[in-house]
């Protein structure tokens, strides 16, 4: 084995983390909380569009959420849609501009209590799109309270003692429901918690847009975000409480795919 002396300085210098970035973030601040994992998610998403060089003419459709403040700093072509309407207008855009690559950003507030039927209509007549979910559990933008992904026990701004199925119902596995229609060809749920996990969610991503490009139908990537803000946790926790409380009831797995 090639060991790498080590009692000399590398060849090459560090790459400072500021240099790193994807080169259509057009700046390196962001106002995300630490420990967010949305600008994660963020960046795998761009650095795929890049990677499948789908960056030119490629239209993004947020919704409403903390990650809503971003498309301010991406060099895409982003329109801002009313709470939950996302997939909606993404439709709209896909069907007139079918040459371009259409993706949504949503959170699980904005996409799985404020417009669920959106979502569901446009996976059950197979849009050709890709929807890309941050579920953080929580309305993270307006505070930490509970959504419908909220688990069981999570404690929010509104279930201080836990969300309770009794009072609170019990939460909707999202991406199941999506897999579950004929119209979606693919759906996947990935996590920005750890190392290993990022680099599955972006191949997920990149899996989902290179079928839109074969148009096969309704793509989707759920990406579980860390929250801290939101969950009431430690920045240096999120990481260990996501994989606590909500990727063991939302596991990171490939739940379709039609090829
Ligand atoms: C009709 C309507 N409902 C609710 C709100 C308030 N609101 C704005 S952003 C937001 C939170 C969205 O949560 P989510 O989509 O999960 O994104 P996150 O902030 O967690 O990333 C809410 C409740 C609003 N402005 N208008
Ligand atoms: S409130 Fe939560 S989702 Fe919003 S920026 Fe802060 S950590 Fe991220
Ligand atoms: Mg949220």
Not at 191 to 209: D, E, F, P, Q, S
Request: aromatic share 6%.
């Amino acid at each position: 084995m090639n060991y790498i002396a080590t009692n000399a300085p590398p060849a090459e210098k560090s790459k400072l983390v500021a240099n790193s970035h994807s080169p259509l973030l057009q700046t390196t601040e962001h106002h995300f909380c630490a420990g967010c994992g949305e600008p994660v998610g963020i960046r795998i998403l761009l650095e795929a569009l890049s990677e499948l060089s789908l960056v030119d003419g490629s239209i993004g459709v947020v919704g409403h959420g903390c990650y809503g403040g971003a498309v301010t700093t991406i060099d895409v072509d982003i329109l801002q849609c009313l709470h939950g309407r996302a997939p909606s207008c993404a439709t709209g855009i896909k069907r007139m501009r079918p040459e371009s690559t259409v993706f949504t950003i949503q959170g699980d507030g904005d996409m799985v209590n404020e417009g669920l039927q959106e979502v569901l209509h446009t996976a059950a007549r197979g849009e050709n799109i890709t929807c890309v979910l941050f579920n953080n559990g929580v309305f993270g933008d307006t505070g930490g309270q509970m959504t419908t992904t909220s688990v069981i026990g999570q404690r929010t701004k509104n279930s201080i003692n836990g969300r309770d199925p009794a009072a609170h119902g019990f939460p909707i596995h999202i991406s199941n429901l999506i897999a579950s229609l004929e119209g979606s060809a693919y759906v996947a749920r990935g996590a920005v918690h750890k190392a290993g996990a990022i680099a599955k969610t972006k191949r997920m991503l990149k899996r989902a847009l290179s079928l839109q490009q074969q148009g096969a139908g309704f793509t989707m990537v759920e990406i579980l975000t860390m929250c801290p803000t939101g969950w009431f946790v430690p920045v240096s926790e999120g990481g260990d409480y996501m994989a606590d409380s909500m990727e063991k009831i939302y596991p990171v797995t490939v739940l379709k795919n039609i090829a």
